[in-house]
């Protein structure tokens, strides 16, 4: 009730006009770069949400799916612009850490809620329990695929990176573990040390990378 459109602070024609605006111009920066492929993977989310806000958000696991998946066309979408290929481990951690996030999410609303999906319908499809252990088995599978990841680079120093994920990965299941809805966003701007736990990783892996 409290995002922008819900709120009425953004109008239903102007998030329309603004969504539309941004895929134009998301359109016209992979042109200008010259990747046409890119293209495809714009189109691709445009679409995919439309479905899910269209009835798909209301199917069990389907809406979860879908949320993964738009982290991964990100990531496609970025390696396609800068033609940097990514590593297979790579994307399995982040389909297993946006599982993560989507089923805690999930479960931390049925926690709220009940499982009777007043605010949201899905909700009565799933139960704390399956949600709670999927989602505990996906963060375990993100830390393994992540430390795989690591071991594939050239350098040692990536090795180090791994404990600093799996801090992270435990503050963020201490925050999600209390009063919280689960939405990501939501826990990160929430919490100041896992802003700086998150700023510590992003700096070490940029030093390592570019340093």
Known sequence: RLRPIASGAVSVLQAKIIGFLCMIL?????ICVGNFASVFFVLLYFIMNLLYSSGLKNRPLVDVII????????????????NIP???WLYLTIWTGAFYMGLGKRR??????????????????YTYSFLDKNMYVCVALAIVFYALWAVERDN???????????????KYSLD???????????????????????????TYLG???YA
């Open 67 to 82: 949320l993964a998946f738009g982290f991964i066309i990100r990531v496609i979408y970025g390696a396609a612009l800068t």
């Open 156 to 170: 040692p120093l990536f090795l180090w990176s791994v404990p600093i994920m799996m801090i992270i990965l435990m």
């Open 207 to 209: 030093y390592i990378i």
């Open 26 to 30: 998301s359109i016209t920066l992979s």
């Open 108 to 125: 931390n609303e049925i926690q709220k809620q009940g499982d009777e999906g007043k605010t949201r319908p899905v909700l009565k499809y």
């Open 86 to 88: 990514i590593s297979g």
């Open 176 to 202: 999600i573990e209390g009063n919280s809805d689960g939405d990501p966003i939501e826990v990160i701007t929430h919490d100041k040390t896992l802003i700086l736990l998150v700023g510590i990783f992003a």
